[in-house]
């Protein structure tokens, strides 16, 4: 069963910076959907982010302009740039991996923590 692990979370102010990674415990071919997810308390998870094998990516609204995803094939890893951070913006941060096969995975989560 393949594992993903995300790292790069803590605590920053508002106005500043983060970079998320999430890495699959072994590799995984045929990758289609790369994703962002995140959970703050008391609310649904939501996704952020997403970028395609092909390399188009979708933004929620809400860090269109502040936050930009990418993908290292090679390394099957997905990235998470986040900046101009905002108190709204903490909250647990998922990374998900789709196949064209089917392979549906999730990260444990990474914290991540605005302060105002």
Request: hydrophobic share 35%.
């Amino acid at each position: 069963q393949v594992q993903l692990v995300e790292s790069g979370g803590g605590l920053v102010q508002a106005g500043g910076s983060l970079r998320l990674s999430c890495t699959p415990s072994r590799s995984i071919f045929g990758i289609n959907a790369m994703n962002w997810y995140r959970q703050a308390p008391g609310k649904q998870r939501e996704l952020v982010a997403t970028v395609l094998d092909g390399g188009s990516t979708n933004y929620a609204n809400s860090v269109k302009g502040r936050f930009t995803i990418s993908r290292d094939n090679a390394k099957n890893t997905v990235y998470l740039q986040m900046n101009s951070l905002k108190p709204e913006d903490t909250a647990n941060y998922y990374c998900n991996f789709q196949t064209h096969w089917g392979l549906n995975a999730w990260g444990q989560g990474t914290l991540v923590t605005v302060s105002s």
